[in-house]
T-cell receptor, first 111, second 115 residues
Framework: DGGITQSPKYLFRKEGQNVTLSCEQN?????MYWYRQDPGQGLRLIYY???????QKGDIAEGYSVSREKKESFPLTVTSAQKNPTAFYLC??????????FGQGTRLTVV | QKEVEQDPGPLSVPEGAIVSLNCTYS??????FMWYRQYSRKGPELLMY????GNKEDGRFTAQVDKSSKYISLFIRDSQPSDSATYLC???????????????FGQGTILTVHP
């Protein structure tokens, strides 16, 4: 089945740690995105990538990093510089049309 | 002022009611408009996709876009308990075909349809 797979579903991070969230798609989409969702704030764009080896900052990129070495994969690293990382993280992909399709999300909690 | 404003509700209606969900926006360059449905602890799923102004119907769902008023709506007819979810509006300007999928979202409206 075609789709977007995010892992893990739940992730716990200690203070000062970097953690990496995985996102893989087999839809042959060129563009991939990372959004953060907090209660009552909708979705906010962290990073996006339109082609391999290229990516741009979104609205809230501070404290995050990404890579795009393969078309299918767009991992997100939440660094220790992100002071409030507890949130629901959503990965999405799209082709040249603007409909974005989402994965099932990773819930990150700082412990 | 946020680019996209959506009444967060919550909205509670009886089964069979007609539901109206709305968003307003300030960026006149937006020309692609979407509605997503999100169940608790799940990723959003695309419900409706509309380009520019006009109406689009799909089963019990109707999306309307009024670009002159910078206002979009989603109507749900004969609402069902299974429609209970958060509904998110989203839009994009797709400037020059290079920003596809770079969506700006509303805050989401929480809808509950009770039997």
């Amino acid at each position: 089945d075609g789709g977007i797979t995010q892992s893990p579903k739940y992730l716990f991070r200690k203070e000062g740690q970097n953690v990496t969230l995985s996102c893989e798609q087999n839809l042959n989409h060129d563009a991939m995105y990372w959004y953060r969702q907090d209660p009552g704030q909708g979705l906010r764009l962290i990073y996006y990538s339109q082609i391999v080896n290229d990516f741009q900052k979104g609205d809230i990129a501070e404290g995050y990093s990404v890579s795009r070495e393969k078309k299918e994969s767009f991992p997100l690293t939440v660094t220790s510089a992100q002071k409030n990382p507890t949130a629901f993280y959503l990965c999405a992909s799209s082709i040249w049309e603007t409909e974005a399709f989402f994965g099932q999300g990773t819930r990150l909690t700082v412990v | 002022q946020k680019e996209v404003e959506q009444d967060p509700g919550p909205l509670s209606v009886p089964e069979g009611a007609i539901v109206s969900l709305n968003c307003t926006y300030s960026n006149s360059a937006f020309q692609y408009f979407m509605w997503y449905r999100q169940y608790s602890r799940k990723g959003p799923e695309l419900l409706m996709y509309t380009y520019s102004s006009g109406n689009k119907e799909d089963g019990r769902f109707t999306a309307q876009v009024d670009k002159s008023s910078k206002y979009i709506s989603l109507f749900i007819r004969d609402s069902q308990p299974s429609d209970s979810a958060t509904y998110l509006c989203a839009m994009s300007d797709n400037a020059g075909g290079t920003s596809y999928g770079k969506l700006t979202f509303g805050q989401g409206t929480i809808l509950t349809v009770h039997p």
